[in-house]
């Protein structure tokens, strides 16, 4: 599938370019801690100046309203920039947070949180996993206790990405006592710095910290940070999570087409060698990707089975892309670098968002029509 574009999208591409080529920093992005957050938020200012920051929120909202067609124009630019990975401590606060209080939540939530969030202010994280409740979201156990006006929260998370250096939590917790599954539960805003809030960073394989496990003791929520209706928030949820399925992963799944192209260039002249092939495989799986990302964005309503199909597809070739860069490398792999440092990653790709083996449960029963399991 290619993209069709007007001459008035060329000339936004254009517009897109130069922009970039003005104002992509030099440096590389810290890979994390405060050096890496401070990166993001100065990034993320910079681009609210330029007029490019969330480019896809309503106008109304800070943003620009551009349609699916001229965000998928943006982040081919984007990438082709090489500018800092979408995937920040931003993200959240853009494709997630944002977009879910734009559809859910109260004047009062927006008008607070919406300028914060684009401005860089406020960093958000997502607070939804918890030990033995990550593929099966439903079973989650935290609760919010309704005292006052306010919300009681105990319990804990896992792998809340970014959690220690953001400044908010849109947090997933069971507000009506005794209910089961999707049923009871909320869609909070957690302020991090309230009392009672411990914050326990991991360290993952490549030997960084981006997530972290976070205790709730006792912690006070007002009422007011309710996101939809309390008790309704497991739809509240499915809002948030759909934002990920469609658009909020397209500049990464662009960014694999470079990474190949990086990788032909790092092999050199392979003429007729089994490598030349992989490479060339690897550069057609990436233009694959590309198509279903066009696909994906463009065609109204996407489906659930839509998202699993490319975020399998975008992380298996993630995967095979630094496994080639590491055969390519050789022994010099083992010393820290940038292939090694994202081979190391990568392992995380089949598991967040959803693993492999649940994006083949959807496709399984959804696309092949199998039996459910
Ligand atoms: C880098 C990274 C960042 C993350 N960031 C966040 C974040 O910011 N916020 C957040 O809330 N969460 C985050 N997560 C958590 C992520 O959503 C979960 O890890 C994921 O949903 C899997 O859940 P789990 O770890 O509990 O594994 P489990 O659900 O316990 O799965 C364990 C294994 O069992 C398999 N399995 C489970 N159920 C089935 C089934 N029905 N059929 C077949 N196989 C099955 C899985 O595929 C997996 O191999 C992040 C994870 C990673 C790796």
């Known amino acids: 599938m290619q993209l069709k574009t007007t001459p008035e999208d060329e000339a936004f591409r254009a517009a897109a370019r130069q922009w970039l080529l003005a104002n992509v920093p030099a440096a590389r992005a810290p890979h994390e801690g405060r050096a890496a957050s401070d990166f993001a938020r100065a990034w993320l200012a910079r681009c609210r100046q330029g007029g490019w920051a969330g480019i896809g929120w309503p106008k109304e909202f800070g943003g620009q309203g551009l349609p699916p067609q001229r965000i998928l124009i943006w982040y081919e630019e984007y990438v082709r920039a090489r500018a800092p990975s979408a995937l920040d401590c931003t993200f959240v606060g853009l494709n997630h947070a944002g977009p879910t209080l734009i559809a859910c939540g109260t004047d009062e939530q927006k008008a607070f949180h919406l300028p914060r969030i684009l401005s860089g202010e406020a960093l958000w994280c997502q607070g939804f996993s918890e030990p033995g409740s990550g593929s099966d979201l439903a079973s989650l156990k935290t609760t919010g206790t309704v005292d006052g006006d306010h919300l009681v929260v105990n319990g804990q998370k896992i792998w809340s990405s970014y959690s ?210």
Not at 242 to 268: C, H, Y
Not at 290 to 317: C, I, K, N, W
Not at 321 to 341: F, Q
């Open 164 to 373: 220690d250096v953001a400044d908010f939590q849109e947090l997933l917790i069971r507000t009506e006592p005794g209910s089961k599954r999707h049923k009871g539960l909320s869609w909070v805003i957690c302020d991090m710095r309230t009392p009672g809030i411990t914050v326990r960073p991991i360290v993952n394989m490549a030997g960084v910290s981006h997530f972290a496990e976070v205790f709730y003791d006792d912690v006070r929520i007002p009422l007011s940070n309710v996101v939809g209706a309390l008790n309704d928030g497991w739809r509240v949820a499915m809002t948030t999570l759909g934002f990920e399925r469609k658009t909020a992963a397209m500049g990464l799944q662009f960014e694999l087409s470079v990474k190949v192209e990086d990788l032909i260039a790092l092999a050199g002249p392979q003429p007729g060698t089994a490598l030349a092939e992989r490479l060339a495989d690897l550069r057609a799986e990436a233009a694959a990707l590309r198509a279903m990302t066009y696909r994906m964005v463009l065609r109204e309503p996407a489906t659930q089975s839509d998202g699993s199909m490319m975020r399998l597809h975008f992380a298996e070739l993630a995967q095979r892309i630094y496994r080639t860069a590491m055969d390519i490398i050789g022994p010099e792999a083992l010393v820290d670098n940038d292939w090694s440092h994202d081979y190391l990653e990568a392992y995380s790709e089949t598991i967040a968002g959803g693993t492999a083996e649940i994006q083949r449960n959807i496709i399984a029963e959804r696309v092949l029509g199998l039996p459910r399991e």
